[in-house]
């Protein structure tokens, strides 16, 4: 056996919740390691270098109001905020039409008034629900014995509104109402807000007022190197952990990069790969079998270089709602601030994803600069750089953006979510209540996750 | 880098369909090995020892008119079919009553015209699903955006049906209909037949004239002991797999036992751990996110013996229906044939499972034989014996005794079940189309994919 080295804390997994635990955890004067599996830091953050200091996000990037964590955090790291380009229209793409629009909904004759009517419903049942205990509601049996497209098709009379909220969930869930749970879906809902803001699908929808409305000076992941740098050595690349062994002592890690002995894990990765460490003694069958079903929805993000945002000339703000049948589910304009080049980002997410992932890659961006140009016009389809990020080609993410869980689960196994095992507590931004899935759950999580380490007798 | 041993196929796993599938290679003269992670073959098939030669299973068990792989495999095998024991009444358990009744139906007044309105439409939708691509059914994508709760409950009106049905998913699923998807489930009772016996969840619920009709002289594992020997030393036990690694000449097996390279493999082992094993190239991930979902169901056996069976003294069968509220779901007379020791076998599946498998083991005893004794009277409050399988405690079989998909899974991944991936070809009770998840889709399998192998170029 080979020799462990010893801290207080073993931090798993440098993406956000990690990092942000290892931070205070540190600052509590613990000694902390964070071991990483992959070579950079930042998890489901990062960025693509688009030259001249300039970077457009592959993963998450988007931050809005109520998102008091990460906005805080990132103001505490001095990374500012800019607002996404949204002047100008949006464009509605349907049956082959493409169609101009303002605000946030499409404007969808015959969908809209069922879509308005379900979206008023689900933030007013989103108000029942306990958030901590979410498995406690009312009905939250029936809630969760059903899925979010039944409930959407009754209430919307099958008049499309099902249609335009999974062109939300393509993006939101990787997945489609169709695979989620009645009551994990109001409890996502519930948690789009704050502890004075009752969370709405409006603000999860929204780009100005809602989650889509700021994003970072120097990209999302300048977040996790900021922390990153801020702890100072204490971060390991390349050491994916393979074994968490422990007794009523210590816990012992073993990783690619070796073995730490501590007094407390955090395992800060997605609840899959959680379940696949190999657990000494074994994982307690209920939370093995909660977070093997806490799989991650389908999501890649293509994205196209161009040497400006042409499309705002013609009054576009480059955001597009493409109802089923379209390559991507949705797009932004996600040109980097200044007069530099205009970058347009369209979600491949779960359905789309399916339908496009397996084709090979000259066709799928034929496909989806196609798609650009019925947004953007044209020129859309002579990009100067094009890239993709396919995150369930990414063995320790293995999807995106988040896990919804499907019917049954929160009510059967939803208790077992944040509840440590032994020496062992869990973090991510699939243990939140508030933002499940955003930057902002990772962040509360990796700090309640870090004061929990904290109050644990030793 | 150890050196391989060389063989035409490799089978990973020495369940029911490896072990057929390899019996069925070697019989096409082809040279192969089986690897099993387990000190002994029968996967689900586990014979518990009662001593003087007889036994009582604690896995599956239970076989049926129109399993006629299984029965031609066990007449072939020389091993013989005995009846369940049936003669005499069945005692429905609900809100603390114990009431006795005849046939499979429990005697509830005020579910029974729901529930039967419900079994016949089940059957009748049943029929209209294409068996081999149940994706293409008509109503395919709005019956698995449903879960098979949802479904139950508008059609029985709320009158108890459902809870009668999840009796029965209890030891069928190890889950409830809010897990299930209602495309799934439709498929899964079409299945409950063969090429000339349309499915009915009749048939699946039965004892006599259905699939709990009969069971095995020497208990459900023989017929893997008696492949295993017939296959004359080329299974190797304590050799569980952990790589994968394929180029387009051959495929190469790592394993605890040593490195086997061949020119196809045969992967026997549940979806979930399919998924786990570490692949060279990846999975492609829509075969990995689809058996990552593929998740068995919670099911533990709880047995207790006697020095006979009392029960049958009094007109009792020792079969019990307990509905939502109970230790077990559901209990059988699980004796030895002739004059040994009787046995009580129930079925904590499921909701049971989630509610009874944490607590002290003291307790899960005293609260199975009391449910027993509700049953079989107070005699069975003391049994000579008491033993308990808890499949999610397996390793390398996680839950069971299958996987039930939810919604949404099979209309996006369903299609990728059975493709092979390369010179990797899937085998197991998940992959048959007749009698999903029963020993009869096992072989069913087994032999099908012998034959892919067979006829595949090499």
Redesign the interface.
Known sequence: MSVSRAADVVVVGAGLAGLTAADALVTAGRDVVVLEARDRVGGRLVNHDLGDGLVAEAGGQFVGPTQNQVLGLAAELGVATFPTYAAGDSVYVHGGRARRFGGDIPPDPLALPGLGLAMARMNRLARTIPLEEPWTARHA??W????F??WL?RVTAGTGGLDLVDVFLGSAYG?????ASLLFSLHYIAGMGDEHTPGTIDRGIAVAGGAQELRFHGGSQLLAVRLARRLDGRVVLGAPVRAVEQDGRSVTVRSDAGAWTARHVVLAVPP?LAA?VSWSP?L???Q??LF??L?FG?LAKCEAVYDEPFWRADGLNGQGVFRAGSTVCSMFDNSPPGDGPGVLMGFLG??QW?AW??RPARHRRGAVLRAFAQVAGRRALRPREYFEQ?W??E?WT??GPTAAA????L???GPWRDRPFGRVHFAGAEHADYWNGYMDGAVRSGRDTARAVLAAAD
């Open positions: 049996r029936r969760d014995g059903t899925t497209a039944t098709r997945a489609t109402a169709a695979e899959v696949r074994r307690p069958p209920q093995e079998a093997g079903r799989a389908a779960g359905r399916r992932a397996g396919d369930t080609a063995p293995l999807g499907a019917p049954g689960v009510t059967a196994l």
